[in-house]
């Protein structure tokens, strides 16, 4: 099982809303990463989690919120949002936090904020 | 910190036809190079990844790259494209950073292939 697999595929919500946005992996990857995508634009880092642990933040709102529940798992909390976070949100995973490695990718969950 | 840079926006080329796609980078480590591959509605796709040794890398579906370390380059390269390959290119770079690595991407190129 080579899949990173994101929950749900499109939401909409509204700037007072509360979401989560879940991705999954199976392929005993210790990294996970969330990235910000906007259209005709490249992936944005967001998050990075090695081990379980947050071991990077690329200065994200707070209204983002990231949580690792256990190894395969990785959320996004999603709390008072902006139309601007319009986006793709893309999870990926890889081997290790280490460079050397690839990441996968999920297919993306299309975020609509109204 | 680590930057990377696609020259070419937007790519108009007739089935057949050779492809190269330019990708530079900055970073004074040791880095690993990578072009990703993402068709129209679909996910980002591994095409191929440089980490050591043989600077030419073969990737799927015919592409191939070349990482010249003086030009910090990774060229992407196809001697005959297909309407199949229209798509979204992004080359990126994944470097170390303190404990943890970070994968930067390049702006895109985005490549249209017409019949």
């Known amino acids: 099982d080579t899949e990173v697999t994101q929950t749900p595929k499109h939401l909409v919500m509204g700037m007072t809303n509360k979401k989560s946005l879940k991705c999954e992996q199976h392929?005993?990857?210790?990294?996970m990463y969330w990235y910000k995508q906007k259209a005709k634009k490249p992936p944005e880092l967001m998050f990075v989690?090695?081990?379980?642990?947050?071991?990077i933040n690329e200065s994200v709102p707070s209204r983002f919120s990231p949580e690792c529940p256990n190894s395969s798992l990785l959320n996004l909390h999603l709390h008072a949002l902006q139309p601007e976070d319009s986006a793709l949100y893309l999870c990926?995973?890889?081997?290790?936090?280490?460079?050397?490695?690839?990441?996968?990718f999920g297919q993306g969950t299309r975020l609509t904020v109204v | 910190a680590q930057s990377v840079s696609q020259h070419n926006h937007h790519v108009i080329l007739s089935e057949a036809a050779s492809l190269e796609l330019g990708c530079n980078y900055s970073y004074g480590g040791t880095v690993n190079l990578f072009w990703y591959v993402q068709y129209p509605g679909q996910h980002l796709q591994l095409l191929l990844k440089?980490?050591?040794?043989?600077?030419l890398v073969k990737g799927i579906k015919g592409f191939e790259a070349e990482f010249i370390k003086s030009k910090f380059s990774f060229n992407l390269r196809k001697p005959s494209v297909q309407w199949s390959d229209t798509a979204e290119y992004f080359c990126?770079?994944?470097?170390?950073?303190?404990?943890?690595?970070?994968?930067?991407f390049g702006t895109g190129t985005r490549l249209q292939v017409t019949l």
């Open positions: 990126a770079v994944n470097a170390l950073t303190g404990t943890a690595s970070k994968l930067t």
């Open positions: 440089y980490f050591s040794g043989d600077p």
């Open positions: 989690y090695s081990y379980e642990k947050l071991s």
């Open positions: 990926a995973s890889s081997h290790g936090d280490r460079a050397g490695t690839e990441a996968f």
């Open positions: 392929m005993g990857h210790r990294a």
